[in-house]
DNA sequence: CGATCGCTTGAGTAGGATCAACAAGAGTGG
DNA sequence: CCACTCTTGTTGATCCTACTCAAGCGATCG
């Protein structure tokens, strides 16, 4: 981990983000203030569960995951986040870490304080209803896992992960690279990663090839049937 | 479904709730105005997932059950919100409902328009910061159960729950009463009924003693051990 | 050129879902 | 009060999914 200054290209990053894009440029602004930039190689530790964080995380590249530990030491991804996304907000209110996160691969990180953060969220409505949109988009986002992890097998999580990166036209075929290793996709879709090599000598019977990173998808009715 | 006055006791359950116990006494007063009471019978819908809302939800005494359902019609319970709980907060800024919501017993009902709450969050800090510290909470429930799902098997799911009913201190013995019907409980914890029943039987052997409603536990450190 | 890494494939196993039968209450109505 | 039914939960048997462990394969790198 070291530190580093932030660049124009970082801005835009903060700019274009789901978070950040709602507000106004001032307000941004005086929020990158004091942010504090810092990279991470593969596999290092951001923090541990139930570490007390007093800080906001913001994914400016890269790519961090976040997990439970079991007893038995086992892992469980509860969340990943790519470039543009704020994580570790819930800290902010819960006081505590309720995961441990990990850099899945290089990664650079702005951090706020928190505290400073509240305080802003307490004055400034803008502010307070950002958190809010985003508190509720990250809701949805954890209802949606533990509701594919009811309902559908592995090979349905990995077609649905596709179709979920098809663009919305009428087109049957397409294809895309994978943001990441497909141990991380693995993960995510809480599967081993044997699991997720298997779902995909299944759906190759459906028309999807993969080559390396790179998914085709040659007859998208066959995935929706899954 | 059938409307109805609001009580005094109903009253004091807001004022105590989570969510109204830490706005300043007129403000609740002031939501309370227009809130519309109704109740459902057990097995009554309140709405639909993909319904788009214009109400949160809270719940005066009974039991919601929040689920999503699969394209086999296969439902998996996404929350359960008794007593002083609040529902469908996040079809506020989503507009349409992520689950659909069912009375898991007799239930009274509060709703609220979404508008004018949204309103509220916007004009009074507040309110914004009990909406989002509801919010965190809600978002770590949710956390909890996918990642109990993801690393834990039926049995520690089911141990697990029992403890995080149990008194704080160092009772090795303690007793208390099922909330709800066990296939409710079932379908919280993400399991079949038949699992549940047969985690209750494993259970057993560790000094659960289960008679319909009432869970006895007589080696809480066996408990641990799962 | 070995060595490591990321992924795939195979074989065996465990956990839980499903289906079906059954037991124990809780109402219901005569 | 008793028979009847409906509901709720338990238990048994079977099957299926995905995990685990182990081996193999190809690519990349020193």
New interface residues.
């Given amino acids: 981990m070291k530190t580093l200054q932030m660049t124009s290209s970082d801005r835009t990053t903060f700019l274009t983000s789901r978070f950040f894009g709602r507000l106004p440029c001032s307000t941004v602004d005086a929020i990158l203030e004091d942010a504090r930039l810092s990279t991470f190689k593969e596999h290092d530790i951001l923090f541990h569960q139930g570490d007390s964080i007093v800080d906001v995380f913001f994914v400016l590249s890269g790519l961090i995951r976040l997990y439970?530990v079991?007893k038995d030491g086992?892992q469980?991804?509860?969340?990943v986040f790519s470039k543009g996304e704020m994580f570790a907000?819930?800290t902010?209110?819960?006081g505590r870490a309720?995961?441990s996160a990990e850099a899945a691969e290089a990664s650079v990180i702005a951090r706020f304080d928190s505290a400073k953060l509240r305080q802003l969220?307490?004055?400034d409505?803008d502010v307070?209803?950002a958190?809010?949109?985003h508190?509720?988009?990250?809701?949805?986002m954890?209802?949606?896992?533990?509701?594919q992890?009811?309902?559908?097998t592995a090979t349905q999580r990995v077609a649905s992960y596709i179709l979920s990166h098809c663009p919305n036209g009428t087109a049957t075929s397409f294809s895309f690279r994978l943001p990441f290793q497909k141990s991380v996709l693995a993960g995510k879709l809480?599967l081993a990663p044997e699991a997720l090599s298997r779902a995909f000598s299944t759906l190759r019977r459906s028309g999807v090839i993969v080559k390396g990173r790179i998914i085709e998808i040659h007859d998208r009715l066959a995935l929706e049937r899954f």
Avoid: S, W
């Fill in positions: 439970r079991g086992r469980a991804d509860v969340a907000d819930n902010m209110y819960l309720t995961a969220a307490a004055a409505p307070a209803q958190f809010i949109e508190l509720c988009h990250r809701g949805k954890t209802e949606d896992l533990l509701a992890d009811r309902l559908l809480g």
